[in-house]
């Protein structure tokens, strides 16, 4: 490990008994454990999981000040899906692990205005993650998934987002400081501060995630809008040779030899950039092709396409990413 920041090659145990909080960021993208002595590269490549990216969060969440801001490996698909298991392990996993604990320690079993302000104030406080993060989920990566898709919402941009993004951290640093400074010494101690080491923590990983979308998954999206803006002149400047034609068949047709291998790609859990890069055709023809397949098959969903796949023999049950 070279200047603090961690590479590929890198065992997975080396990290995690170097920095143990990474655990959490391994189990959001999908990463079990039982890595033994693999490294990062190769626990990445096992489990199907995009390597640049994880390694690209690891070392953010760790070292923040050290980190490169470099985009380059970056999967903005992998970025995303890390972000909404973040988002499911705040709202139903950690938020109420506290709240369940809070009621422990602040007593709520007698008569006790603070106990019910404090736990009022807790709600609220959940209450407004849920707000931003269900925004997130619902419109942000929506738009991103369309921007995959290779269509842009003329009014809607990711500086919009970017200017109105809050850092949803400093309640609750106001609720653990208002028990610390204030709360009267009740029952019993260690329950109180295993709860309040649950809201540090919760605190400081709430101030992580928000950085990783300010850092990271911001500038990425934006340098998707930008591609994305250059290859729209491109086209209209010069029609792809390649551009396959639409096929207006509803059901029926067979499917291209082409269109088999862009099958291959998104079962493999590729994004359209990928598949672009890996089959040497533009993204606006891997969508066209996926439009098609879509019309041929009647299919619409990927889970569904990846049973087609398998049922087909087009790929082996083992290249398959499973999004169940
Ligand atoms: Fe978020
Ligand atoms: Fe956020």
Redesign the pocket.
Known sequence: MSNNLYCTTDKLSDIICDNYSLLQVMSRFGLPLGFADNTVEEWCEANQVHGETFLAVVNFVAHPKEASTDLAGISVPALMDY?KQ??HYFLDFQLPNIRRKLIEAIDCSTENEVAYLILKYFDSFVNEVRK??DY?DMDVFQYVNSLLEGRKNPDYSISMFARDHDQVDAKLAELKNIIIKFYPPRGNGYVMNAVLFDIFTCEQELAS??QV?DRLFVPAVYQLEKRLDATKVCEVKKPLVEEPEEDTEMTGSQLSQREKEVICCVVKGMSNKEIAEELFISIHTVITHRRNIARKLQIHSSTLLTIYAIVNKLVDISEVKLNL
């Open positions: 972000l973040s988002h931003h993060m997130e995630h928000g979308e």
